[in-house]
């Protein structure tokens, strides 16, 4: 197996960190001091984000040969921009933590009585969220568009198989936060990436030489297809 399928196979091993975090012994320990936050907080903003960052820049590192690609100005700038969807990535995930710390224990979730609650409730599900999610395109977009220029691979069949077989498992991840979530940022998220991996794909129908933007067709295409159906049955 090549390095990029380890990588995607590294994005899937990082879907299910998050999803076995999320229920583990770290929600229940109170940090001191006052309680002020859950280890389950930090070890998301400070171990599980900062791996779902590397993982793409060691995606962007294949994708660009070992970044030669980017003396090119045109790639400088896609990789600008990569750069800056981190920023908005990682700060949306710090909004998005901490607020939700805090609605969903300090407040009546089902029922915001106060601006306080509020600002928490808009924190967590729309400002963080948004931010976040701007910072995923932002992290994604550019990939696509790299390997459109310049694909630098050339998958066999056998290759875009475990390519696609890993992509069920990060369908799972778009499924999760599109279908379940409270409000329609993370489904609007996933519509958007869907839309333009799909057309990204379509272009040029040689999928075997763009590995990458084949998985984010695939898993987005998948996860957001259940999405769809779950909040529609």
Not at 37 to 53: A, S
Not at 200 to 216: A, E, H, S
Request: proline share 3%; hydrophobic share 55%; aromatic share 18%.
């Amino acid at each position: 197996m090549n390095m990029l399928n380890w990588l995607f196979t590294a994005t899937s091993l990082s879907v299910l960190l998050v999803t076995v975090e999320r229920y583990s012994f770290t929600t229940k320990i109170l940090l001191q001091p006052y309680n002020f936050i859950r280890l389950h907080e930090v070890v998301q903003m400070c171990l599980i984000i900062l791996i779902t960052v590397l993982i793409p820049i060691l995606i962007l590192r294949e994708l660009t040969k070992n970044f030669e690609l980017l003396k090119s100005p045109k790639f400088f700038w896609l990789v600008g921009a990569f750069i800056v969807g981190v920023y908005f990535y990682a700060t949306g995930n710090g909004v998005h933590e901490v607020s939700s710390f805090y609605f969903n224990n300090f407040c009546e979730v089902d029922n915001i009585q106060d601006d306080l609650c509020g600002s928490f409730f808009i924190n967590d599900y729309y400002l963080g969220n948004i931010l976040y999610f701007f910072g995923a395109i932002l992290m994604t977009v550019p990939l696509m568009v790299i390997e459109y220029l310049k694909p630098v691979f050339s998958f066999t069949k056998k290759q875009i198989l475990i390519t696609f077989a890993n992509s069920l498992f990060f369908a799972l991840a778009i499924f999760a936060y599109s279908g379940f979530d409270r409000v329609l940022v993370g489904l609007y998220y996933s519509v958007i990436i869907t839309l333009i991996a799909l057309g990204m794909l379509f272009l040029k129908k040689d999928f075997l030489k763009r590995p990458y933007t084949f998985y984010v067709a695939s898993s987005y295409t998948i996860g957001t297809l259940l999405a769809l159906i779950f909040r529609l049955r």
